[in-house]
């Protein structure tokens, strides 16, 4: 049985049996619990959830996103295919808009046309994090100080959604790569899924590089909620999880030609990674919350 499914099962049960039902800004109400962590060993098993679909070509490419091509143009997502970000997709006016009503939720400067304001990509290239991380895990095996903040004050209210997964701190120990992962608000049923294998891959990616083996994950949530109106979804994975328990990880594989993280393919196709042997239990739709 693949352990991700059943930390996951289990955190999303603790949600809903013991959450506390409560408002936000999105007008659908959330049930929720004020904090989650667990930790995975991405060098034993691959973590991708087995008890339903998940698209990893769509999770890579918008780490890569984020990582490598540092960008924050939403047009660089749907050249491939990925529309994960265009309900925060700035107009040529430079306004964000309710999907629903058209409404401006917030206005820009039309500069940030087809962005989605200075957030996660801009943030990276900006303060140069991935960069000073490769050169630290190649140069320093004892550095302490390798965190990656994507929250950063300045810059938080030309953002149309200030980083949800906002920080990462990476450690080299006896040859391992491991990393630590702090979510301020995470959408279970969408939300964690894709970024936690997204992370996995990362972690592996950069390990690659650098001469390391990955090692573990952890992750720590600050506000872990469902939305009302996906809880009928999240039930349905439970049973299948309570039915059949959860089906064998997969394998991921990355090109070993790669030395280089920005030599990676980001094209739609992300040619030097893929899953080998993913077997999961079909797809689970849930509605997403803008």
Not at 125 to 146: A, C, H, I, P, T
Not at 176 to 205: E, K
């Amino acid at each position: 049985m693949a352990m991700w499914d059943t930390i996951y099962c289990e955190l999303c049960e603790k949600i809903i049996t013991d959450g506390k039902r409560v408002e936000n800004r999105t007008g659908i109400d959330t049930i929720k619990v004020p904090s989650a962590h667990f930790q995975l060993d991405v060098g034993k098993e691959f973590p991708i959830l087995t008890t339903k679909q998940l698209f990893i070509r769509q999770a890579v490419l918008e780490m890569l996103w984020i990582y490598q091509a540092q960008s924050n143009d939403v047009r660089w997502l749907q050249e491939r295919n990925v529309h994960i970000w265009d309900l925060w997709e700035i107009n040529e006016n430079g306004d964000w808009c309710d999907e629903k009503t058209g409404a401006v939720l917030k206005h820009f400067d039309p500069s940030q046309a087809h962005t989605i304001g200075t957030a996660y990509g801009y943030i990276v290239k900006k303060m140069g994090l991935m960069d000073k991380l490769l050169y630290s895990l190649k140069n320093d095996v004892n550095d302490r100080r390798r965190v990656m903040s994507l929250w950063q004050d300045e810059y938080l209210d030309t953002a149309v959604l200030p980083s949800c997964v906002w920080s990462s701190e990476w450690d080299v120990t006896d040859g391992v790569l491991n990393a630590w992962v702090h979510q301020r608000s995470c959408d279970v049923p969408l939300g964690l899924p894709f970024n936690v294998t997204q992370y996995a891959v990362l972690l592996c990616m950069l390990a690659q590089v650098c001469g390391l083996k990955p090692g573990t994950i952890d992750w720590s949530i600050k506000d872990a909620h469902i939305y009302v109106n996906q809880i009928d979804g999240i039930k349905e994975q439970i049973e299948r999880y309570e039915a059949k328990g959860s089906l064998p990880a997969p394998t991921l594989w990355l090109n070993p030609e790669i030395d280089d993280f920005y030599a990676f393919d980001a094209s739609k196709d992300i040619k030097d990674i893929r899953l080998e042997n993913y077997e999961h239990m079909g797809k689970i739709r849930f509605p997403l919350a803008q």
